[in-house]
């Protein structure tokens, strides 16, 4: 049987890194009685907040992150992959942060990494403004790797309004979407599982779509709602507003049908 389970952590995220771990430490091991294969959390997981000043007195050197240091062990005692979905991380040699994705495989390490290539610089409304490029620098790289023989590719929250990224990576052979997200409310209402749906359905993936949900630090909001969607659109499972584990059984065999239905991907 070509198939995959999966358990998405959606939280609510504390202002400091350190609660944060702790609250992932519960998740991580209610996940455990699913028996997963794949661990997933949102963007942000380690620290959300729109106060710069609180952003920079936090946010770790990779080295120092309770909550990528706990991970590497949990996966390596208990033989899970684990899509720590975003870290907000400092680095010496540079003054703006990185929003980095990780992918720890089953012996505990760092399989791949990649940073969040599109800056949020958006002004939802009067009181609703994002300028992630003055704090953040972009990535530049696409970024694929396997789990049990399955290509899987890695995007993060404003990557999904770029379907270009996504096509690519579907070309390149992904037949798994990561989307750890932290999407506002209002756009997370309006266009959240549009989008994710949309993405799923052009290139015929698997999207693996896990958000941050509740009210931050500053009284940041975001939206909930992690879904998980085959490579037909359909809606396999979602999560609603609050904290909560989603699991899922997924068959990648859908995948080869899909494909051999609407070749798509053999036409541009």
């Known amino acids: 049987m070509n198939k995959l389970k999966i358990s998405q952590v959606q939280f609510q995220a504390e202002p400091t890194p350190y609660e944060n771990f702790i609250q992932l430490e519960k998740f991580f091991n209610k ?14 997981s380690n620290i959300i907040t729109n106060d710069i000043k609180h952003l920079f007195k936090y ?12 991970s590497k062990s949990f996966a390596k005692k208990n033989g899970i992959h684990i899509n720590i979905g975003s870290l907000l991380l400092k ?12 992918y720890i495989n089953t012996e505990g390490n760092i399989e791949i990494y990649y940073d969040k290539i599109h800056m949020f610089d958006a002004k939802i409304d009067k009181k609703e403004i994002y300028k992630e490029s003055n704090s953040f620098k972009a990535g530049n790289k696409l970024k694929l790797s396997k789990i049990k023989n399955t290509n899987i590719g890695f995007t993060i ?7 270009d990224l996504f096509r690519k990576l579907a070309k390149k052979g992904a037949e798994i979407i990561l989307l750890p997200a932290a999407f506002t409310v209002p756009t997370g209402r309006d266009h959240w599982e549009i989008l994710v749906r949309a993405r799923a359905i052009e290139n015929n993936v698997y999207m693996i779509a896990t958000n941050m949900c509740g009210i931050h630090h500053t009284k940041r909001k975001t939206y909930g709602h992690s879904v998980l969607i085959n490579p037909w659109g359909k809606i396999i499972n979602k999560a609603f507003k609050r904290p909560s584990i989603i699991n ?11 494909r ?5 991907l053999l036409h541009d």
Do not use: G, H, W
């Open 91 to 102: 680095k010496s040699n540079q003054k703006k942060l990185v929003n980095r994705s990780f």
């Open 157 to 163: 929250c404003y990557d999904l309004r770029f379907p």
């Open 248 to 258: 899922s059984m997924i068959d990648l065999d859908i995948v080869k049908q899909a």
């Open 59 to 70: 946010a770790n050197y990779e080295k120092d992150c309770p909550i990528l240091n706990f």
């Open 31 to 44: 996940c455990l009685k699913y028996k997963p294969d794949l661990i997933c959390t949102p963007e942000c």
């Open 260 to 264: 051999n239905k609407i070749p798509s």
